[in-house]
């Protein structure tokens, strides 16, 4: 043994023993890494055993919450004339809806337009022959206002198409069901969807006498919660206080998950 080495014996055997902890951690480190990667969906392994299952997961529930839209329209020779009844007629309509118990913050304006009305002249034609057709005049300007009204009540949802009903607004559209959070209730029924196809896939490795490794795809399907519409024919409520009886019933969310697992 040299000098040099009987001098720095304790220091490189130290050294070594260091350079040699530090390995092991970084070994055990990475191994720990690939046993965990190996429970996740999709991390990169090929599995050669696998199942797949469907499951299915469905609620009937009422709907919450329904919306109203519906515009205002007028037409006069004067543009300002036509806004100020239009603006008189939804003033009127907003009133009645907040005595409802409507909040203002449910009552929401959709668009205001304004174009004005053009006539155009009729032009005769004799002998094959027809002369310039004279410049269009306006007469006059439509004004409209659209405005969509949240109903979270649904109770009274045949008393705001009374109101409509009473200021004899014809054009409308709705009321439309639905649910004021739709993500929650679309997460509820893939909840039931994914239980459904874990129950599935326990029985079918139960009876092929296998173990469940981990999951490898999912895939999620269904329909979604939507709004949906009862039509409100506009003579159903032309020149009435009172609005028809609208049905309401419950609406169905469904959700369709297909797993695979690998089995062993």
């Known amino acids: 043994m040299t000098p040099f080495l009987e001098k720095h014996e304790q220091r490189i055997i130290r050294l070594f023993t260091v350079l040699g902890v530090l390995l092991s951690l970084f070994l055990l480190a990475a191994t720990l890494g690939k046993l965990k990667e190996n429970r996740f969906i999709g991390s990169g392994l090929n599995p050669t055993n696998t199942i797949t299952v469907s499951g299915q997961g469905k609620i009937e529930r009422a709907p919450d919450t329904a919306k109203v839209s519906f515009s205002v329209r007028s037409e006069s020779k004067e543009l300002k004339t036509a806004q100020n009844e239009v603006s008189s007629k939804i003033e009127t309509i907003s009133k009645a809806l907040k005595d409802l118990g409507i909040e203002e913050k ?140 609208i049905p309401i019933g419950d609406q169905k969310i469904e959700a369709n998950v297909t797993i695979v697992y690998e089995i062993r």
């Open 106 to 245: 449910y009552i929401k304006t959709d668009g205001y337009n304004s174009y004005p009305q053009y006539d155009y002249p009729q032009v005769a034609c004799y002998s094959g022959s027809c002369p310039r057709p004279g410049s269009p005049t306006i007469r006059g300007y439509e004004v409209s206002h659209n405005i969509t009204v949240s109903i979270k009540n649904i109770e009274k949802v045949n008393d705001v198409l009374g109101v409509l009903g009473a200021n004899q607004v014809s054009d409308m559209n709705g009321p439309n069901f639905g649910f004021e959070d739709d993500k929650a209730v679309a997460r509820e029924a893939r909840a039931l969807a994914i239980n459904d196809a874990e129950m599935e896939a326990k029985t079918l490795a139960r009876a092929l006498g296998v173990k469940i490794v981990r999951i490898v795809s999912f895939n999620e399907g269904g329909s979604y919660p939507t709004m949906y519409g009862r039509d409100v024919m506009a003579g159903a409520l032309e020149m009435k206080a009172s609005a028809p009886e």
